[in-house]
C-alpha cells in the first residue's frame, strides 16, 4: 500500500515538471501564433499577434500583399504585433502564417481563411439591357391594362344610357 501511494505521489510530481517544462521556455521562441479575424474577405487587413517574439520580427503568407512586419509591445509574454493586407486576388480557402523573429521561424497551418466574392444570379442584374422575356412580360401587362380598362369604360357607357 505504501508503495502505490509513493509511486503514485512520484507520477504526480513527474507530470507536474514535465508540463511546466515547455511552458517555462515557450517565450525563447516565436510560439502562439494568432490572427484576427480568422475568416477575413479579400483586400482586408489582418492583426498578427505572437509570443516569444522578444525582438520583432516579420509574418509571411501566400495571401500576403507583402511581409508583415511585427513590432514587439510591452508584456511578460515578449508580444510582437503586426498588421498584413490580403491581397485583391487570393483565392478563397485557409492559408498558413510563417512567423521568423529572433533568427527562429515557426509555421501555424491554417490560421486563417480568405473568403471569396459572392456570385449572384441573372435576376434583375443584366446589364445589355431588357431580354425577349422581360419584353414578352411587359407587353402583356400592358395588354391587360387595355383591355381591362377598356371593359370597365364599356361598363360606365353603359350605366349612363339607362
Not at 505572437?50 to 503568407?61: E, L, P
Not at 492559408?95 to 521568423?100: G, K, L, W
Not at 491554417?110 to 441573372?122: C, S
Request: proline letters at 6%; aromatic letters at 4%; one cysteine or more.
Amino acid at each position: 500500500m505504501r508503495n502505490t501511494r509513493a509511486l503514485a505521489v512520484a507520477g504526480a510530481a513527474v507530470a507536474a515538471l514535465g508540463l511546466s517544462a515547455p511552458a517555462a521556455v515557450a517565450w525563447d521562441t516565436p510560439s502562439n501564433i494568432v490572427a484576427l479575424p480568422s475568416v477575413i474577405a479579400r483586400g482586408g487587413q489582418l492583426t498578427i499577434t505572437v509570443d516569444g517574439c522578444r525582438h520583432g520580427g516579420t509574418a509571411t503568407s501566400n495571401a500576403f500583399t507583402m511581409p508583415a512586419t511585427l513590432s514587439p509591445v510591452s508584456g511578460a509574454k515578449e508580444t510582437a504585433r503586426g498588421t498584413a493586407t490580403i491581397r485583391n486576388n487570393a483565392r478563397p480557402g485557409p492559408y498558413d502564417i510563417t512567423v521568423r523573429c529572433d533568427g527562429k521561424s515557426l509555421t501555424k497551418p491554417q490560421a486563417f481563411t480568405v473568403i471569396g466574392g459572392v456570385r449572384g444570379g441573372i435576376g434583375g442584374s443584366s446589364t445589355t439591357g431588357a431580354t425577349p422575356t422581360d419584353m414578352a412580360i411587359g407587353g402583356g401587362l400592358v395588354a391587360a391594362a387595355l383591355v381591362g380598362g377598356g371593359v370597365f369604360w364599356m361598363r360606365r357607357r353603359a350605366e349612363r344610357s339607362v
